[in-house]
């Protein structure tokens, strides 16, 4: 059975860090490309971060550009997202999502507020 779960959210101050991660069981792991998407309340989904099936290049949406790093474990079979310089257009729920052709996994997501 599949599973993608992600841990790390939490209530931080602007300009402050957190750090998420996904652990992916049920599926070969080293075969998928590995994203996170958030959603902003009362938004739609909105595409953060991608990085490859063997790591060899990451992608980033232009608003978390610089400030966001996404890196994948293969021993662990997880994803991470480390988050620096949070603002408050920065809360939402974080998605972790693993995509190999038409196979695509969700998880249910962890909530980040950055909030003073």
């Known amino acids: 059975e599949v599973h993608l779960v992600e841990s790390g959210g939490g209530l931080v101050q602007p300009g402050g860090s957190l750090r998420l991660s996904c652990a992916a069981s049920?599926?070969?792991?080293?075969?998928?490309?590995m994203s996170w998407v958030r959603q902003a309340p009362a938004k739609g989904l909105e595409w953060v971060s991608t990085i490859r099936d063997d790591g060899s290049s990451t992608r980033y949406a232009d608003s978390v550009k610089g400030r966001f790093t996404i890196s994948r474990d293969y021993v662990k079979n997880t994803v991470s997202l480390q988050m620096n310089s949070l603002q408050s257009e920065d809360t939402a729920v974080y998605y972790c999502?693993?995509?190999?052709?038409?196979?695509?996994?969700w998880g249910p997501g962890t909530e980040v507020t950055v909030s003073s």
């Open positions: 999502n693993a995509k190999y052709g038409l196979l695509e996994y």
């Open positions: 049920g599926f070969t792991y080293s075969y998928y490309a």
